[in-house]
């Protein structure tokens, strides 16, 4: 299962599509003992690669499909989140959850961090987004009625929307995420290395990557702040994506 996520992120990085031949030289790099042919199976089974053309695999192009696309993204895809519309009204959660029930309240957190929620001060949570239903959002085991107040809202009192945005999520520690991600994407292996320099270092800008996704908002782009470096760091992932590409080919 580990070897089919690495072809899958590979197959991504590589842009999606490969010769059978090229995916063969990728999937030996990856596995060990896995045949290439079963685990192609295997992914079309699931849906996340097509296989065009006829004969054998080497002589076939191997194409993630859309399925195969989100699963690489993990659900996270920036250029349709930067892009998503603002009608400039802030979604609020406000809950006052009893101190005993200290579980309800740290699962509570986790969920609205999970769903991206900026936490602008005590137990006030904002999101640009409209909450269609909050409670199944959230999970009906996790919230009290009696305990939440969800509503819509503008600011009158003359706070700009960048101060409830640099109030709410921390830009602080995602500028420095964002620095140590770039200074990894500067030591991606030289063009002439083999496979597996490659592929080590796809593993090492995955975890990175991940880790930047978990703190960024992925704000509509009138939201984003100055100083805001998740356009630039996406558009160095594609350059480095480029350059593994080049290599493998």
């Known amino acids: 299962m580990a070897g089919s996520l690495r072809f899958v992120r590979g197959l991504a990085a590589a842009g999606g599509e490969l ?25 079309q089974q699931a849906g996340v690669v097509e296989m065009r053309g006829a004969g054998p695999i080497d002589e076939r192009i191997i194409r993630l499909t859309t399925a195969g696309r989100s699963q690489s993204l993990e659900s996270v895809d920036p250029i349709t989140l930067w892009a998503r519309p603002w009608d400039g009204a802030w979604r609020i959660v406000a809950f006052d959850i009893p101190e005993t029930a200290v579980a309800l309240r740290v699962r509570l957190r986790r969920k609205l961090h999970e769903h991206r929620f900026g936490w602008l001060q005590n137990s006030v949570w904002i ?16 919230t009290l009625p009696e305990s939440l107040t969800i509503f819509e809202a503008r600011p009158i009192g003359g706070e700009s929307d960048e101060e409830i945005v640099t109030s709410a999520w921390d830009f602080t520690a995602l500028g420095k995420a964002h620095s140590h991600y770039f200074a990894l994407l500067r030591l991606r292996p030289h063009r002439l290395q083999g496979p597996k320099a490659w592929l080590a ?10 880790k930047l996704a978990r703190i960024d908002p992925f704000l509509p782009r009138p939201l984003h702040p100055r100083g805001y470096r998740g356009q630039a760091a996406w558009n160095a992932r594609q350059e480095g994506f480029a350059a593994f590409r080049a290599a493998l080919r």
């Open 19 to 43: 010769s059978g031949a090229l995916a063969r030289v990728l999937w030996e790099n990856i596995s060990r003992s896995g045949r290439l042919a079963q685990a192609l199976a295997r992914l």
């Open 127 to 142: 999101s640009p987004d409209p909450i269609p239903d909050f409670r199944t959002l959230a999970g009906e085991k996790l």
């Open 201 to 210: 270092w796809l593993d090492t800008e995955h975890r990175a990557w991940q």
